[in-house]
């Protein structure tokens, strides 16, 4: 698996200009993948995929979703795992460029990513759930927030690790 992604971002890296970032699992070994990722050419992570998950149609007693029985797992119910990743990731590598994303739905949770070690946040979820006025509310609940607590983006950055 390290080798496929290694020539993968070296592969890609080496054809275009615009920096390269791996979008991972949430999985055990998550910082080896980053390491790799990183020394292969990626600028950057994205963190997190969905989470391997299944569902059964109880009529018929199989897998509901195609993909070898299984899915991908996205919405609020991810965002700890999201946190725990980032924040692992972060701790390890605070010079990377992190997006985070995984069950972001309100401008708090944009905070709590980002207070992990995000610098930019992806939202999916709540877009499909809420349609696209969800990002107009998220972006002014955080300039809100910013202006109330006379802070910026970059001392929100990683500041879960500060204490």
């Known amino acids: 698996l390290l080798d496929k992604l290694s020539d993968i971002v070296k592969n890609v890296a ?15 070994d998550i910082i080896r ?12 992570v994205t963190l997190i995929n969905t989470v391997r998950a299944m569902a059964i149609d109880i009529e018929n007693l199989k897998p509901i979703l195609s993909f070898i029985g299984g899915g991908g797992l996205s919405g609020k119910c991810i965002y700890p795992v999201a946190l725990r990743i980032i924040y692992d990731v972060y701790r390890e590598f605070s010079d990377i460029d992190i997006i985070g994303m995984g069950g ?33 509310e998220i972006r002014s ?9 006379k802070i910026t983006f970059n001392d929100i950055i990683g500041a879960a690790h500060r204490f």
């Open 14 to 28: 080496s054809m275009v200009k615009k920096p390269v970032f791996v979008k991972l699992p949430p999985v055990s």
């Open 33 to 44: 993948l980053v390491e790799r990722s990183l020394s292969s050419g990626a600028r950057g």
């Open 104 to 136: 972001v739905f309100s401008w708090k949770d944009a905070v709590g990513l980002m207070s992990t070690g995000a610098k930019l946040v992806g939202l999916c979820t709540v877009l499909m759930e809420k349609g696209y006025d969800a990002i107009n």
């Open 141 to 149: 609940g955080l300039y809100e927030y910013l202006e109330e607590k």
